[in-house]
């Protein structure tokens, strides 16, 4: 090589460097670092400590305009932010006051754009915001790279559909990035694990009017960004589903003038510090319902999962009027809130305004109000986005409280709108929502408090016809779906299995692990609004353990992780009032711990427990209940067996 290529190499790259330039934010505790480059493209890395956990990866949205935000970028200003300030949730699901702390880097570009990157104690996140004068603009793609430092293990929750038409219910396979191709994707949240054991979840926060972020696979250590499109043309279904058979060429029709997704990794060390992360959560859009008096979370008992099959009754059960008075009459007796009538109480599954003959809703609300217990209401989603003002101000008028909306099974533009919609129109006529069929949560009940749970989730209904709700998957989802927000898991099988003696039986179902494995969920997972999945009948043959469960709260002062490990093992405490609860979980595996009550204050507990019975091994129904005083001095054991659990209830001696 000459001198002068040399040269005219070397003039090259200082000029590249002379244009581009880097930037770092770092969290409030200096622990987590985000590295920004700026030059022909916008890279964000993020690095803890001294271990790098994301290598530089590109970001840049995609528009049909001459503005193209991140590509060929050229930066006009910065401003650096330190925030604090303390969320009160209307809705606690892990805490009432979270800390809202974080440094905020403002990047302004040329062309009326700006990209917002955020770093917490607890993770780090970054957004696109436009300000171009066009009313209406197309994005055509969305660039979220995700090159990680190495093959790092993956809790991949793989999804099939290549139309992103999916219930979002997630089996998370453990493996490794490289496993999986760019013909694979996959839903959020995603838990990564660093070489030193860093966890990382990966998530998205206060999405509106834009498609649900999916990452794909490369073969190697990447991930690399997938969005539904906006559907064009579709042909229906049944009453419930499409068949995709046009998609437009952009994945949202938008304004020029907005703030995009969040794109997040919440980052932690301990497995354990994943039950406690919020991030999702302060992400998100503040309330906006004034008055949220009317919002009242709670148990629910409900009839779909155990097939409306009660007995021991002079009367039909079914969908009619004496069986669902007969739900009433079990969640007055036991101090629940509500009842919920699921699929089969409308005429026809399309006529959400006309109960089915064997129904009369308003007898049944109004004895419902006699006992102080109400009623949701079961609809589908695309009927109700109909006639959705119609629909609402009818139930209202009923005096129902809530509605469960089912099986959306899509994620693109149109279906969030569609989420926010229910959500606000709900709560112009008092309703509360319980969204199934749905993807994950994304910030939407911080937003809209009434918005109480998502389903989203792998839960307690697949016992009916799979045998993939084992323990080790129950231990599972704490850890990375439950941190994205409420899940409507629907525990309370009161019928229990070892794994062995598991059958499907979709009429009578049971449930594997034990029975105090069952009960430990109620503290365990998170949902303002908590089904009682099984039949009245069968928990009034065991009213002693009904009572106990009837006595855990829905909703949390403060939630604090004692023990954690992805897939085997959960412990939390949960403050609610004056009182404590502790729940431990295990997988296949029996365990014991000791647990350090240093979280009490100066006072004295009664502390009941119900753990697994000592034959809970053999005949997993065997469960005891027993008492103790305790004080913050105190050490406790926590005794498992295999597919078991443990739950307690501390109230102060007075």
Avoid at 217 to 239: M, Q, Y
Avoid at 437 to 463: C, Q
Avoid at 509 to 520: E, I, L, Y
């Amino acid at each position: 090589m000459n001198i002068k290529s040399i040269l005219f190499i070397l003039a090259l790259l200082i000029g590249n460097r002379a244009f581009s330039k880097d930037y770092e934010l770092l969290s409030p505790d200096h622990k987590i670092k985000i590295s920004i480059a700026v030059s022909d493209r916008v890279t964000w890395s993020v690095s803890k400590d001294t271990e790098l956990l994301l290598q530089p990866s590109s970001i840049a949205l995609l528009l049909n305009h001459k503005v193209q935000p991140g590509i060929n970028p050229v930066l006009i200003k910065q401003q650096l932010k330190l925030h604090n300030d303390l969320i009160i949730a209307t809705v606690p699901v892990k805490s009432k006051e979270i800390i809202n702390l974080f440094n905020e880097l403002k990047l302004d570009f040329k062309g009326g754009y700006t990209i917002y990157f955020r770093a917490y104690n607890d993770g780090v996140a970054y957004r696109f915001e436009t300000n171009l004068k066009e009313s209406s603009i197309e994005v055509t793609g969305e660039t979220a790279d995700f090159n990680f430092s190495g093959n790092n293990r993956v809790f991949w929750p793989l999804e099939e559909n290549k139309d992103f038409l999916s219930h979002f219910e997630s089996l998370y396979k453990d493996s490794v990035l490289t496993a999986f191709s760019n013909n694979q994707h996959a839903a959020l949240p995603m838990l990564l694990f660093s070489a030193s054991g860093t966890k990382m979840l990966v998530s998205e926060a206060d999405l509106y009017d834009y498609p649900n972020l999916f990452l794909f696979g490369t073969g190697d250590k990447n991930l690399k960004a997938g969005f539904p499109k906006v559907i064009a043309e579709s042909i229906p279904v049944r009453d419930r589903g499409i068949k995709i058979t046009k998609l437009a060429n952009y994945i949202a029709k938008t304004t020029g003038q907005r703030k995009y997704p969040w794109r997040s990794i919440a980052i932690c060390k301990d497995d354990k510090d994943l039950l406690v992360n919020n991030l999702t959560y302060k992400l998100s859009t503040p309330s906006v319902i004034t008055n949220t008096d009317w919002i009242k979370p709670g148990k629910v008992a409900w009839d779909w999962w155990n097939d409306n099959n009660i007995y021991g009754v002079d009367f039909k059960a079914g969908i009619n009027t004496e069986t669902y008075k007969y739900y009433i009459d079990f969640a007055s007796a036991y101090g629940l809130d509500y009842i919920m009538l699921d699929e089969g109480w409308t005429r026809t599954t399309t006529d959400l305004l006309n109960p089915a003959k064997t129904i009369d809703i308003q007898a049944l609300i109004d004895y419902g109000k006699f006992k102080n217990v109400g009623v949701w209401l079961w609809t589908l989603w695309e009927p109700l986005d109909k006639d959705m003002d119609n629909i609402l101000a009818k139930y209202a008028k009923w005096g129902a409280k809530g509605i469960k909306v089912d099986f959306m099974a899509r994620a693109e533009q149109y279906m969030v709108n569609f989420y926010e919609r229910t959500a606000a129109t709900a709560a112009k006529y008092k309703l509360m929502v319980d969204l199934h069929g749905a993807y994950k949560p994304v910030g939407l009940n911080h937003k809209y408090p009434n918005v109480l749970s998502y389903e989203g989730v792998r839960g307690a209904e697949n016992n009916k016809w799979s045998t993939e709700i084992t323990p080790t998957h129950n231990l599972t989802l704490p850890f990375i779906r439950m941190a994205a927000g409420p899940m409507d898991y629907t525990p309370g099988a009161m019928l229990n299995a070892t794994k062995k003696n598991f059958n499907i039986v979709y009429s009578e179902p049971m449930s594997m692990g034990t029975r105090a494995h069952q009960v430990a969920m109620y503290v365990m997972y998170e949902s303002p609004l908590q089904m009682l999945a099984d039949n009245p009948s069968n928990y009034l043959k065991d009213t002693l353990c009904t009572r106990f469960i009837s006595r855990i709260p829905t909703v949390w002062d403060k939630t604090i992780a004692l023990e954690g490990k992805v897939g085997a093992y959960a412990i939390v405490a949960r403050k609610n009032g004056n009182n404590w609860y502790i729940s431990g979980m295990t997988d296949w595996n029996s365990r014991t711990f000791k647990a350090s009550l240093t979280f009490l204050n100066n006072t004295q507990y009664k502390m009941e427990v119900l753990s697994d019975g000592v034959n809970a091994s053999r005949h997993a129904a065997d469960y005891k209940i027993s008492n103790s005083t305790v004080t913050a001095s105190n050490t406790i054991e926590i005794n498992m067996e295999k597919g078991g659990g443990w739950t307690a209830i501390l109230t102060p001696v007075h």
